[in-house]
């Protein structure tokens, strides 16, 4: 499983993006899928997870109202759409993906990391 993370850009406050995570291989279905950020000089942080039908989701308090994973298991693509945002939101995003367990919003549960895109958001 290769994660392939893109979208990101430059947007100003208030704007919105939508990033794409395209998982390599057949069993794409099995996998839940997460997005972690990680901003300049802070550690990584979990931003939101769905689980392996696309029915549950769990987001990071910050993002809450504004950002919204999905997923489509038959272009084996995950999804966050990002609205109004906030120059706080600038970072790396990375898409995750495990086998394992729903629901995790630690990077330790995540066997699969794609390399991040960048998110830039001007004020």
């Known amino acids: 499983v290769q994660p392939q993370a893109s979208g990101g850009g430059l947007v100003q406050a208030g704007g919105s993006l939508r990033l794409s995570c395209a998982a390599s291989?057949?069993?794409?279905?099995?996998?839940?899928m997460a997005w972690f950020r990680q901003a300049p000089g802070k550690e990584r942080e979990f931003v939101a997870t769905?689980?392996?039908?696309?029915?549950?989701?769990a987001y990071v308090d910050s993002v809450k109202g504004r950002f919204t994973i999905s997923r489509d298991n038959a272009k084996n693509t995950v999804y966050l759409k990002m609205n109004n945002l906030k120059p706080e939101d600038t970072a790396v995003y990375y898409c995750?993906?495990?086998?394992?367990?729903?629901?995790?919003?630690?990077?330790?549960?995540?066997?699969?990391w794609g390399q991040g895109t960048l998110v830039t958001v001007s004020s």
């Open positions: 769905i689980t392996r039908s696309g029915v549950n989701t």
């Open positions: 995750a993906a495990t086998r394992g367990r729903n629901g995790l919003d630690r990077e330790s549960g995540y066997d699969y």
């Open positions: 291989g057949r069993t794409f279905s099995s996998l839940v």
